[in-house]
C-alpha cells in the first residue's frame, strides 16, 4: 500500500508529512502483521528484545508515539532529541528530500518540546519495550555540560539508556565535545551525577560521521575510560555530498541515507577493533534493507536504527528487513544474529 500512496506522501514537504505520521500514529492503528524470527532475538543489556532493529532519535522527538513504534515491530525505540527547555529550532523549510540519492537533509535545530512535557508524556504512556532517550543542550546554553546533567537528572529513570548527543551539525560548535578533552569532561561530569543519585542507567554517546580516522583512538579510548556502553554510529553529515544527484544537495543541515551508509560501515569497523567487544555499537545510516543491515551487523554493530529508511520504504520496513535478514542467516546456517557481529 505505501508504495501506493508514497507519490501522494511527497506532495507534501517533508516536515509536514512527519507531522501527519506523528497524528496518524497518535491513533494507534496498525494494520501491520508482524513477523518474528528466532535468530532474531538479541539481548540489549539486561532484556530481550524480539530483533536488534530501532528506530533513530529524531523521528519521536517530543516522545508521543513510542509505543505505536513498538507496534511496528521494531526492537527498540530512542525518542529526541530533548533539550532542558523547549524550543522552536532553525526557521522553516529546515527538512528536504533527495530522492534520487535515498537520502535527507535536515536543519531542524534541536526542535522539540522541552525536558518538562517530555517526562510528562512518557510517565503518561509507560514504555511498552526497550526505550533509549537522547539528551542534548539548548541552542543559546550558556553552560552545555550543565544542560546535559539537568536532562539526566529528570529523564534517567523514564527509559533503558540515555544518548549523550554530541554529534548533530545544526547546533552550532557541538561537535566540539569529540574533542578528548571536552568529551573526558562531559562524561566524567555525567558519571559524578549519575553515581551522587544513585542511577543505574547506562549512558550511550552519539557520535559523527565526519570524523578524521586518526582521532578515532583517542576518542575510543575516552569512551573506554568513562565506561560507556554504547555507541550510536552515526549521526549526521555535514559532508559526503560530492556524488549526489538532487538538486537540494546544496543545502545546509545534516545528511542521511544511503549517501552516508559506507562512511558508516567504516567508522564501525574502526571502532569495533577499538573497543575490543567492550562497547557495543549501534549501527545507523543507509539501512533500509535487509542486506544493508546485514553490513552493519558483519561491520560490528550488535543493533542497528534507522530513520530515513522508513521515509522511502515506509511503515512495513521492519517486516522488510527482518524477513531478508532472516533468509540471509538461514542460507549462511546462522542460528543468531548475534554469531555475525564483527565478522567481516
Given at each position: 500500500?505505501?508504495e501506493k500512496?508514497?507519490?501522494?506522501?511527497?506532495?507534501?514537504?517533508?516536515e509536514t508529512?512527519?507531522?501527519?505520521?506523528i497524528k496518524?500514529l497518535?491513533?494507534?492503528?496498525?494494520?501491520?502483521?508482524?513477523?518474528?524470527?528466532?535468530?532474531?532475538?538479541?539481548?540489549?543489556?539486561?532484556?530481550?528484545?524480539?530483533?536488534?532493529?530501532?528506530i533513530?532519535?529524531?523521528?519521536?522527538?517530543?516522545?508521543?508515539?513510542f509505543?505505536?513504534?513498538?507496534n511496528?515491530?521494531?526492537?527498540?525505540v530512542?525518542v529526541?532529541?530533548?533539550?532542558?527547555?523547549?524550543?522552536f529550532?532553525?526557521?522553516?523549510?529546515?527538512?528536504?528530500?533527495?530522492?534520487?540519492?535515498?537520502?535527507?537533509?535536515?536543519?531542524?535545530?534541536?526542535?522539540?518540546?522541552?525536558?518538562?512535557?517530555?517526562?510528562?508524556?512518557?510517565?503518561?504512556?509507560?514504555?511498552?519495550?526497550?526505550?533509549g532517550?537522547?539528551?542534548?543542550?539548548?541552542?543559546?546554553?550558556?553552560?552545555?555540560?550543565?544542560?546535559y546533567?539537568?536532562?539526566?537528572?529528570?529523564?534517567?529513570?523514564?527509559?533503558?539508556?540515555?544518548?549523550?548527543?554530541?554529534?548533530?551539525?545544526?547546533t552550532?560548535?557541538?561537535r566540539?565535545?569529540?574533542?578528548?578533552?571536552?568529551?573526558?569532561?562531559?562524561?566524567?561530569?555525567?558519571?559524578?551525577?549519575?553515581?551522587k543519585?544513585?542511577?543505574?542507567?547506562n549512558?550511550?554517546?552519539?557520535?559523527?560521521p565526519?570524523?578524521?580516522?586518526?582521532d578515532?583512538?583517542?576518542?575510543g579510548?575516552i569512551?573506554?575510560?568513562?565506561?560507556?556502553?554504547?555507541v550510536?554510529?552515526?549521526?549526521?553529515?555535514?559532508?559526503?555530498?560530492?556524488?549526489?544527484?538532487?538538486?537540494n544537495?546544496?543545502?545546509?543541515?545534516?545528511?542521511?541515507g544511503k549517501?552516508i551508509?559506507?562512511?558508516?560501515?567504516?567508522?564501525?569497523?574502526?571502532?569495533y577493533?577499538i573497543?575490543?567487544?567492550?562497547?557495543?555499537?549501534?549501527g545507523?545510516?543507509?539501512?533500509?534493507?535487509?542486506?544493508?543491515?546485514y553490513?552493519?551487523f558483519?561491520?560490528g554493530?550488535?543493533?542497528?536504527?534507522?530513520?530515513?529508511?522508513?521515509?522511502?520504504?515506509?511503515?512495513?520496513?521492519?517486516?522488510?528487513?527482518?524477513?531478508?535478514?532472516?533468509?540471509?542467516?538461514?542460507?549462511?546456517g546462522?542460528?543468531?544474529i548475534?554469531?555475525?557481529?564483527?565478522?567481516?
Amino acid at each position: 500500500m505505501f508504495e501506493k500512496i508514497r507519490s501522494l506522501i511527497f506532495k507534501f514537504d517533508p516536515e509536514t508529512a512527519h507531522d501527519l505520521a506523528i497524528k496518524a500514529l497518535k491513533t494507534n492503528i496498525v494494520p501491520l502483521k508482524l513477523k518474528k524470527y528466532d535468530c532474531l532475538k538479541v539481548k540489549f543489556f539486561d532484556k530481550e528484545i524480539t530483533n536488534p532493529i530501532g528506530i533513530a532519535a529524531g523521528f519521536d522527538k517530543n516522545a508521543e508515539v513510542f509505543n505505536s513504534l513498538f507496534n511496528l515491530g521494531f526492537g527498540f525505540v530512542e525518542v529526541g532529541t530533548i533539550t532542558p527547555e523547549p524550543q522552536f529550532g532553525n526557521p522553516k523549510p529546515r527538512v528536504f528530500r533527495l530522492e534520487e540519492d535515498e537520502a535527507l537533509i535536515n536543519r531542524l535545530g534541536f526542535n522539540n518540546v522541552g525536558s518538562k512535557i517530555a517526562v510528562k508524556n512518557i510517565k503518561h504512556n509507560p514504555p511498552k519495550g526497550l526505550l533509549g532517550i537522547n539528551i542534548g543542550p539548548n541552542k543559546d546554553s550558556k553552560n552545555r555540560i550543565e544542560d546535559y546533567l539537568k536532562c539526566f537528572r529528570v529523564l534517567n529513570d523514564l527509559g533503558n539508556y540515555i544518548t549523550i548527543n554530541i554529534s548533530s551539525p545544526n547546533t552550532e560548535d557541538l561537535r566540539n565535545f569529540h574533542n578528548p578533552n571536552e568529551l573526558d569532561e562531559l562524561l566524567s561530569a555525567l558519571n559524578i551525577e549519575k553515581n551522587k543519585i544513585g542511577s543505574k542507567i547506562n549512558f550511550a554517546v552519539k557520535i559523527a560521521p565526519d570524523l578524521e580516522l586518526k582521532d578515532l583512538d583517542l576518542i575510543g579510548n575516552i569512551l573506554l575510560k568513562q565506561s560507556v556502553k554504547l555507541v550510536i554510529i552515526s549521526n549526521t553529515s555535514d559532508g559526503t555530498r560530492n556524488n549526489l544527484i538532487n538538486i537540494n544537495k546544496f543545502e545546509k543541515g545534516g545528511l542521511s541515507g544511503k549517501p552516508i551508509e559506507e562512511r558508516s560501515n567504516i567508522l564501525i569497523q574502526e571502532f569495533y577493533k577499538i573497543f575490543n567487544k567492550k562497547i557495543k555499537i549501534i549501527g545507523v545510516g543507509g539501512v533500509d534493507s535487509g542486506k544493508s543491515a546485514y553490513e552493519k551487523f558483519i561491520s560490528g554493530a550488535s543493533y542497528i536504527q534507522l530513520y530515513t529508511g522508513m521515509v522511502y520504504q515506509g511503515p512495513n520496513i521492519v517486516n522488510i528487513i527482518s524477513e531478508e535478514l532472516n533468509d540471509i542467516l538461514t542460507s549462511e546456517g546462522v542460528n543468531n544474529i548475534e554469531e555475525i557481529t564483527g565478522s567481516k
